[in-house]
Structures are given as structure tokens and as C-alpha cells.
């Protein structure tokens, strides 16, 4: 059985303006994305700011958001890191405090080999039980997975289950599914494929989209999985807009600023990070209001 299916959120964390998480917020904006039909919580990934939390923050995150949601709804914690031994201590801690599964980029900068990759993300799920997803994301990592590498985490480690994918090679995507599609749960880790990923076999998407928009991002699954594909693909593309103003700069800086322009306060970004330029406000601003946000 599968985390879940439909539209999981990639959630932004909030901080105060002296830089520490905002917890009190975050409780908030848990209870908006259950309200709104969100799928799935996916806590302390790329658009949570992970890269820049301690290991202390980025558990009493997860811990806060395990606690607040209180199983209404699958938690999935990104626990990643391009050190085998911090992956699997955050992903151990991330069980102890009751996250559903675990969400795990591919090492960074290290550059390991496919075997290394296997090897990694064996050895990290040896030490928990809940079900893991790999998150295949090249912009980010610098790292490639083959489809043959995914299909064998896939078939021959139990708990590992699926794969974010947001490399946009949907060759790629198509010869994976191909090898083991019966046993790998694919999520579109782009909000502009969600119909396409699903097509392939897709069971939903871990989105940035969501963030703001997480009725219609539940709905453009929904849709899919009830049938009624013509309707799913007008909003994937009426969407087209506003997830272009969403990725117009690095994840997660418009999404942190589109949230803020809709009052929803999740106050600023983390250096290296900077706040989003004045044209592409603007821009933003524009999109959130052709798409009925502001």
C-alpha cells in the first residue's frame, strides 16, 4: 500500500524574524493544508529549508509536525544528507518521533557511483521500518540515478517503496516503470508534470504548489485517479502560470514570498538564500491574482 496518494505537500518552514523556526506558525499552517485536502505533510525537504537547519532543529520540526497532525494524514520526513551515517541518524530519529515514511535525496557533491547510491540508501533503511522514498533530483545534487538503479532499491530492498522524481527525463521515467512499475510508488516532484508523471503510473505529487494552492493541487489528482483526465489536465494547465512564478527563482524563494503576499506570514528565507527581486513580486504577485489567490 502506498504513503498515500494525491498531492502531498513539500511544506516551507517559518521563521521569525530573529531567524529561529516559528513553531506556533507552523502549527497554522499544518491545520490550513488538512483544511484545504492536502494529502500528505512531506516536512524538512528542499522546500523546508533543510540545507540550512541544524540536526536539532530540522528533528524538533519533524517532531512538532508528527505531533500537530496527529496521524490525520501520512508525515513523511526528509531526512537525507550526503553522509550515510547523518542520513540514517536523522532518519531513526525521524521514526522515533512518528513520521509515516521518509523522504531521502540522493547524496549530494559526494558524486557516488549507482553501486555507491545502492549501497547508501541499503544501509539506511536496514536501520529503520518505515517506508522510504528516494528524491531524484539532478538540478539539485549534481547526481544521476539510472532507471536501473531506482528499479533495484525498489524491488529488492523492502522499504523502499517509490521515488520523487523531478529530473524531467521522462524517458527515463518511462524505461524505470518499465523495469518495476507494479513495485514503485512515482511521484512528480514537478508541479508542471503532475499529469504527465501520473500517466506513467504516477501516484500523485510531493508539491511546491500546494503550499498555496492545496485544494486545487488535491484536486488535479483527484480528478485523474476518478477518470476524468480532461478536467485534470485543465488545471495542470491552468496552473501553468502560477508554478512558473513559483520556480522563477531557487525553491523556495517565491514560495515563501507568494505565501507572505497572501498573508499567511512565514516570515523570511535563511542565507544563502535572499529575498525575492522586486520584478519577480510583481510577477508573482499577477500570478496569485489571475489564479484567484490574492
Known amino acids: 500500500m502506498s504513503i498515500f496518494e494525491g ?3 513539500a511544506l516551507v518552514t517559518p ?12 502549527e497554522e499552517i499544518l491545520e490550513d493544508q488538512i483544511a484545504g485536502g492536502t494529502d500528505a505533510i512531506i516536512s524538512c525537504g528542499t522546500t523546508g529549508e533543510a540545507a540550512t537547519m541544524s540536526c536539532e532543529e530540522h528533528l524538533d520540526v519533524i517532531r512538532r509536525t508528527c505531533e500537530v497532525v496527529k496521524g490525520r494524514i501520512p508525515v513523511i520526513a526528509g531526512t537525507g544528507a550526503n553522509s550515510t551515517k547523518e542520513a540514517i541518524d536523522l532518519s531513526t530519529e525521524a521514526e522515533k518521533a512518528g513520521a509515516d515514511g521518509l523522504l531521502m535525496v540522493t547524496p549530494y557533491y559526494n558524486k557516488a557511483t549507482q553501486n555507491g547510491l545502492i549501497a547508501h540508501y541499503t544501509a539506511v533503511a536496514e536501520t529503520v521500518k ?3 522514498l528516494l528524491y531524484h533530483v539532478p538540478s539539485r545534487t549534481g547526481l544521476t540515478m539510472k532507471p536501473e538503479t531506482i528499479a533495484t532499491l525498489c524491488t529488492k530492498v ?17 524505461q524505470m516503470m518499465n523495469l518495476a512499475g507494479e513495485q514503485i ?5 514537478n508541479d508542471d508534470q503532475i499529469v504527465p508523471i ?3 503510473g504516477g501516484k500523485g505529487v510531493i508539491s511546491v504548489l500546494s503550499n498555496v494552492a492545496p485544494r486545487q493541487t488535491h484536486d ?34 517565491p514560495v515563501k514570498a507568494a505565501m507572505n503576499l497572501m498573508g499567511m506570514e512565514v516570515g523570511p528565507l535563511r542565507l ?15 500570478a496569485l491574482t489571475d489564479y484567484g489567490l490574492l
Open 7 to 9: 498531492a502531498g505537500v
Open 185 to 189: 510508488d512515482l511521484y512528480s516532484g
Open 198 to 200: 501520473l500517466s506513467l
Open 130 to 132: 518505515i517506508p522510504i
Open 220 to 253: 488535479i489528482c483527484a480528478s485523474y485517479f476518478a477518470g476524468d483526465t480532461k478536467t485534470s489536465a485543465r488545471m495542470q494547465l491552468e496552473a501553468i502560470p502560477l508554478i512558473n512564478a513559483l520556480f522563477c527563482e531557487v525553491n523556495p524563494i
Open 272 to 286: 544563502p538564500l535572499t529575498e525575492m527581486e522586486p520584478q519577480d513580486v510583481e510577477r508573482m504577485k499577477k
Open 158 to 174: 523492502p522499504n523502499i517503496v517509490g521515488v520523487k522524481e523531478a529530473s524531467g527525463n521522462f524517458s527515463a521515467i518511462a
Open 15 to 26: 521563521f521569525m524574524e530573529s531567524g529561529e523556526v516559528n513553531f506556533e506558525k507552523l
